[in-house]
């Protein structure tokens, strides 16, 4: 496919959004034209599937879970990501089917390479060519979620204990497919970690 697709990973409060948005501005910077989206919640549907799983009151089955985000990306990549791949521009992404791996796989304790299939199946075997994972200690990263002062969603009450679970997983499919994944100190500054997305990125574009 013509175009180039970048997602961000992480924990809650790793700092995704933020750096994907630095990078937006980079890549625009460039030239190219961007596509900024998210999962889950990425279109009109995804934003009804997305109150669904973050917002309803009551437990979620796991495996409906896992359906559900499922769902939702496989509307997304159908009617906006492919699109825009096919239209030679640059996707950047908060999240894709890597969550639903660590989150559903190692967090809820289904089978990852079931998960996997699931969303491979979902999306037509769509993968990004670069996945960033800010990598952070959970605790860390719960006391930056904190400070948002938002009200925490049905994922974000989860223990520590499921977000190091998440985190494991992550690192692990980072070690799979090096390829892939560049994997980020969420320790280090702001401007340090948008430096080396930028050089990993420009190889990209050039
Ligand atoms: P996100 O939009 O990153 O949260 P926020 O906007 O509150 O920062 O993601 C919402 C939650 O959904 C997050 O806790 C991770 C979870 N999630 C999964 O469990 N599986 C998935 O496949 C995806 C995409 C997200």
Redesign the pocket.
């Given at each position: 496919m013509p175009g180039l697709f970048i997602s961000f990973e992480g924990?809650?409060?790793v700092g995704?959004?933020t750096q994907a948005d630095a990078l937006e501005e980079f890549v625009r910077s460039k030239g190219f034209e961007v596509v900024r989206s998210?999962?889950?919640?990425g279109t009109e549907l995804g934003q009804e599937i997305?109150h669904l799983?973050?917002h309803r009151k009551g437990d979620v089955a796991p495996r409906a879970?896992?359906l559900l985000?499922?769902a939702?990306?496989a509307h997304h990549v159908a009617t906006k990501i492919r699109p825009a791949l096919e239209a030679g521009k640059v996707v950047i992404q908060?999240?894709?089917?890597?969550?639903?791996?660590?989150?559903?796989g190692a967090?809820?304790e289904l089978d990852a390479k079931e998960v996997r299939d699931l969303?491979l199946w979902a999306t037509n075997g769509l993968l990004p060519k670069l996945t960033v994972l800010l990598d952070l200690d959970p605790v860390a990263a719960r006391a930056r979620?904190d400070q948002t002062g938002?009200e925490?969603?049905?994922?974000?009450r989860?223990k520590i204990e499921f977000f190091s679970a998440?985190r494991e997983c992550y690192l692990q499919l980072a070690a799979d497919e090096p390829e892939r994944f560049l994997v980020v100190d969420a320790t280090a500054s702001r401007e340090e970690i948008q430096e080396c997305i930028r050089a990993r990125v420009a190889e990209l574009l050039a």
């Open positions: 924990i809650d409060g995704k959004s998210l999962e889950p919640g997305r799983l973050l879970e896992a985000y499922a939702d990306r908060d999240r894709y089917l890597d969550s639903s791996v660590a989150y559903q967090g809820r969303s979620r938002n925490p969603d049905r994922l974000e989860e998440v």
